[in-house]
């Protein structure tokens, strides 16, 4: 067996390394049911694995060969080739499967014997890696969480008699299963672990943070604030114990700054939770970016731009608020920062699949019902529409409207959405029908469809943040546009954060122009589909688009900072300028209606690159795509990518996120096959 695992490793692929062998490179079925003592006891349990994995594929698990299986993972003592074993585990859910209810008895029966480990740290280890697969595959659906919930509350009944080895790892499990399944009792579980003194920090910070989704929960702001002071005393007892603990004091930080919204001293207590914030952020995003992070809380990572949101949604209400506005009119940006980053720290990323189906990836969010938040983003997001569009501005039963939402926010109860007399018209303008309730029939009833497409689009932006946070292939494309932005020398503390949050904001403007249906948004919209009434080409000039995506950017966190047609940049006049306190950057807008191939839109990167000759090596290049046929655009994954602009004489290239949109689309719905 040594001889076949040896010559499969020297001729193998990096692909072929990174899958494992199959059976036949392990000598068949049973040659490996053979030497299953040796491939159990000894170093390569995770290639029996992995060659299982493979065999599923093609037809059901030999009885045999799963029974080898289970063997392996009941009486491994060697924690690296059990951790090895188990992480092929949570990548194969359809062998989890396969194998059955033997598999989760296994790891459970593993999970409990680290109680009794003692001296013996493999046994412990063993146990926390068993945890970690059980939580993985509860997450993705492969199995049901009773088991493990139930497992879990019974190892912490008694936590300064667990192994430390085992003890320190269940804090941050704890309280990502509470954050999914809350109200299963894994808050007591939690607080038994205060006790011990190496689960103690851990197990404080999760249990601050459940305070922090119980504030979100809350439906009134009051109720919201009141609760959130409780958690700020819990980190602070927190942070007098462990004053270095990073992701305590960037919380504290958050919580001050908008608890201080409401305060006598706000624009001196704001400023300063919003300094406090930035200079924590640096460290924690030095801390994070060099620390291992287990693949399945690499989701994470998107809290830092989450708190580099709220810290400029901070430093901006310190200097707006005044002592007769205590509220700052932007605040839900704040508790909708806070929310992102309290979402990003539990959400898991798993392998899920279906018999019929390959292995798919999947973002696991944890469960948050944020009534408060969604009714007053929704407001003021139709507030914003209300007062900016020209279209509407003046549209009196559009301003009937804004009086109406205005007087529901400030009634002291919610008003749930009722039922509407035309289904139809609410499959149309859901988030509408859901913000009017009762009312919304007789408000369609009086309105053009044209006003009411514009109102719907701008409440949709609501919803797009939270579609994103769950979609796995949004999460991949963010992370391989900032793994090549991170080897630039400039990718530095007060540039990387600030240009990232830009560069987010950016992609959700394109995934909201792809999703523009034949009839959705009405002349708002009309540059993207290029037809109008008359059944005429809508002549579509820089100025409209880049005023659209200006517009897109006002209902983020980038609303004061964003300048169209910036004069006297680099000698000319940028599209879209967004100036942050420490860096700015460019956003080019172009129209191309020839060739908008990624060849061909090269061309014009070199000017994006010229406003940034003062500035940081990074722009954004919005192409809007004329060209599409009836065959449909390019995917939205394929039309964003990075170009690097090498100037003679410059040490490294400036690098240009290239943002291509489909635009002039005679009607999207048309889509047919391109001619060969």
């Known amino acids: 067996m040594d001889e076949r695992i040896a010559a499969w490793a020297s001729t193998a692929t990096p692909d072929e390394h990174r899958a494992g062998p199959t059976l036949a490179d392990l000598g068949g079925l049973d040659e490996v049911v053979a030497h299953g003592d040796y491939l159990t006891s000894g170093p390569f349990l995770a290639f029996l694995v992995t060659a299982a994995a493979h065999e599923v594929q093609q037809a059901p698990l030999p009885t045999a ?14 924690h690296l080739a059990f951790a090895e074993a188990v992480d092929a585990l949570a990548t194969h859910p359809r062998l989890v499967g396969d194998l059955g209810t033997k598999a989760t008895r296994t790891l459970l029966r593993r999970l409990t014997e680290a109680q009794d480990a003692e001296d013996d740290p493999a046994t412990a280890l063993i146990g926390a890696e068993a945890a970690e697969c059980l939580v993985q595959l509860t997450l993705a659906g492969v199995i049901t969480p009773a088991q493990l919930l139930g497992a879990m509350d019974m190892v912490t009944e008694d936590a300064n008699a667990l192994p430390a080895e085992f003890a320190a790892r269940l804090p941050r499990l704890l309280g990502v299963l509470d954050a999914h399944h809350p109200g299963a009792g894994l808050r007591e579980a939690l607080e038994r672990c205060l006790t011990p003194e190496h689960t103690f920090r851990d197990a404080a910070f999760e249990l601050a943070l459940g305070d922090v989704r119980t504030a979100l929960e809350q439906d009134g702001y009051q109720a919201m604030v009141e609760q959130l002071s409780v958690c700020r005393r819990r980190l602070a007892e927190l942070t007098a114990v462990d004053p270095d603990r990073l992701d305590a004091q960037i919380y504290s930080a958050g919580i001050d700054g908008l608890l201080g919204l409401s305060a006598p001293d706000a624009p001196a207590r704001v400023a300063a939770a919003a300094q406090t914030l930035q200079d924590r952020l640096q ?308 129209i191309e209606e020839k060739d908008a191939s990624k060849d061909a839109l090269r061309t014009y990167v070199a000017q994006a690159t010229e406003y940034q000759n003062a500035g940081p090596s990074f722009a954004i290049l919005l192409a809007l795509d004329k060209t599409v046929g009836k065959e449909g655009a390019i995917n939205l994954f394929d039309s964003i990518w990075i170009e690097e602009v090498q100037r003679p004489g410059e040490l490294e290239p400036c690098l240009v996120v290239v943002v291509r949109i489909p635009g002039g689309r005679e009607n999207p719905n048309d889509l047919r096959p391109a001619l060969q």
């Open 65 to 78: 060969l799963s029974d080898v299986i289970i063997k392996g993972l009941a009486s491994s003592t060697r």
């Open 283 to 590: 460290h924690y995003r030095a801390w994070r970016l060099r620390t291992s992070t287990p693949t399945w809380a690499k989701g994470r990572q998107d809290d830092i731009t989450a708190w580099y949101e709220l810290t400029l949604l901070l430093d901006d209400a310190a200097q707006h608020i005044s002592d007769d506005d205590p509220w700052y009119t932007h605040g839900q940006g704040i508790l909708n920062a806070l929310l992102r980053a309290y979402t990003a720290h539990h959400t898991v990323r798993v392998l899920t699949d279906t018999p019929a189906d390959r292995v798919v990836e999947t973002l696991v969010a944890p469960v948050i019902e944020d009534v408060f938040l969604r009714r007053e983003n929704r407001f003021h997001i139709l507030e914003h529409a209300l007062t900016h569009d020209e279209d509407l501005r003046d549209d009196e039963d559009a301003q009937r409207l804004h009086s109406v939402l205005g007087a529901r926010m400030r009634s002291p109860a919610p008003q749930m959405p009722g039922t509407v007399s035309d289904p139809g018209k609410a499959r149309r303008w859901p988030q509408l029908a859901r913000q009017l309730a009762g009312g919304f029939a007789d408000f369609a009833d009086l309105n053009s469809d044209e006003v009411l497409d514009r109102l719907e689009l701008a409440l949709r932006d609501s919803e797009d943040f939270l579609l994103a946070i769950t979609d796995a292939k949004y999460s991949r494309l963010m992370d391989t546009l900032v793994a090549r932005l991170e080897r630039s020398r400039d990718w530095i503390p007060k540039v990387a954060e600030p240009f990232q949050v830009l560069l987010e904001a950016t992609v959700r403007f394109a995934f909201r122009c792809y999703d523009v249906g034949r009839q959705m948004g009405g002349g708002y919209t009309e540059y993207l589909r290029g037809r109008d009434k008359a059944g005429k080409k809508q002549k579509v000039d820089e100025a409209l688009f880049h005023q659209h995506y200006r517009e897109f950017l006002a209902v983020t966190a980038l609303f004061r900072v964003a300048q169209c047609e910036a004069i006297d940049k680099a000698g000319g006049r940028a599209d879209v300028v967004v100036t942050f306190p420490w860096s700015y950057f460019n956003v080019e807008c172009k």
